[in-house]
């Protein structure tokens, strides 16, 4: 099939549990509208038992967009040998059903279609250590079998271009074999940008309670601050941490920060940008990030990005609108927020604007179209 792609996902929408990766698969394949893809892609959202209906999944359908939720095995392989030479894009390192299995299906030649793998940031070292063995022993199975050896690998940034080459060096994966093309954007404007914070801080975090998005440290900061806020944490529960949660809430009673900080539950994409207007502070002390959708998102409602420096947005260091922090620095954040509160309401909203102006040209400036044309058609 002339320009066609075989795109396979573990969630997509109308899901939206499973985080960026649905998001980064949406604004791709609505992005790029000269492909043709082809979704495969679970029944399902993620964490969740209860199928899509019709009506909930017809929306997502286009005219150059097919997606077929919870396909079987056997009808996909049917297609992928129908089609040779449509590329196959995978959305996971870890994933069997919509990875593995369709690279072990080409090392023994039952497929021969091009394969594209991007890992969406689980190959970055903090990723890997967690469930560290599980993930150490497959990894060294993968080295045996030169399971990778034919396989280009896409990175959205030059962080996990290094990472990937790092932790996969063994397998004799170089630079050559990797294709770094940045995330594509596509997102809404937002109606009205305002200024929250007249009476406390109004701050959000959005992200699945999960370790790696660091919830524990966002509570101590806030806490550390002593200063009045509200705490929104949009966000499902992460099925592979059930406890995380639970240790978040004892430290808010610990902290006696139970009046301040509120579990809002997970959010649907099409509320984000109505739910940011709600605020002034976006808190994300992540441990790792690929990219981070939402922190784009938050600065285009005019948040101002309180960020952790292991996310690719380090280069908003200098930008007086946002706080880059260290990890073992947190009063780096602390002090961001303590300053805010010495500016008057009209010098706050005129950082909020420069943050969504900044926001705005990024996206305008970093869609990236024809490194994606590279990537799958080489």
């Known amino acids: 099939m002339k320009n066609s792609i075989f795109c396979f996902v573990d969630y997509f929408r109308p899901g939206y549990k499973a ?3 649905v ?37 997502f359908q286009k005219e150059n967009i097919h997606i077929f939720y919870g396909f079987s095995i056997f009808k996909i392989y049917k297609q992928l040998k129908k089609y040779p030479s449509t590329p196959i894009y995978l959305n996971s390192f870890f994933s069997y059903k919509y990875s593995i299995l369709w690279i072990a299906l080409k090392k023994i030649q039952l497929i021969k279609n091009p394969i594209i793998l991007a890992p969406r940031g689980e190959l970055i070292s903090e990723a890997l250590e967690i469930k560290s063995q599980k993930k150490r022993i497959y990894l060294n199975l993968a080295h045996k079998l030169s399971f990778y050896k034919n396989v280009v690998f896409h990175s959205t940034t030059p962080l996990e271009t290094e990472e990937i080459q790092k932790n996969l060096k063994s397998m004799m994966i170089s630079y050559k074999s990797i294709i770094e093309a940045p995330e594509l954007l596509y997102l809404d404007k937002p109606k009205t940008i305002k200024n929250n914070s007249q ?9 699945r309670i999960h370790p790696i998005k660091n919830l524990t ?29 639970t240790t978040c809430e004892n430290l808010i009673t610990q902290l006696n920060l139970e ?9 649907n ?10 605020y002034d502070f976006l808190l994300a002390p992540s441990q790792s990030e690929n990219f981070g959708y939402f922190i784009i998102e938050a600065m285009m409602s005019g948040l101002l990005p309180i960020v952790s420096s292991n996310t690719p947005w380090t280069f ?10 260290d990890l073992n620095r947190q009063a780096d954040a602390v002090s961001f927020l303590r300053d805010i509160t010495s ?15 900044f926001a705005e040209a990024y996206v305008r400036n970093n869609n990236p179209i024809e490194k994606y044309k590279l990537l799958f058609y080489q």
């Open 23 to 59: 998001t980064a698969i949406y604004s791709l394949i609505n992005t790029i509208t000269q492909y043709n893809f082809i979704l495969f892609t679970r029944n399902h959202d993620k964490g969740d038992r209860r199928t899509y209906t019709n009506e909930e999944t017809n929306p």
């Open 269 to 278: 994409p099409s509320e984000i940008s109505k739910t940011f207007e709600q």
């Open 259 to 267: 009046s301040k900080i509120k579990f809002r539950g997970a959010i």
């Open 217 to 245: 440290q966002a509570i101590r900061i806030l806490h550390e601050s002593k200063l009045d806020f509200i705490f929104d944490i949009y966000g499902p529960e992460d099925e592979k941490s059930p406890h995380y949660k």
């Open 19 to 21: 985080g960026g990766s």
């Open 199 to 207: 009476k406390c801080l109004k701050i959000v975090f959005l992200g």
């Open 316 to 325: 908003l260091k200098n930008e007086p609108f946002a706080c880059i922090f």
């Open 343 to 357: 500016l008057n309401p009209d010098q706050i909203l005129k950082l909020k604007l420069l943050s969504s102006h």
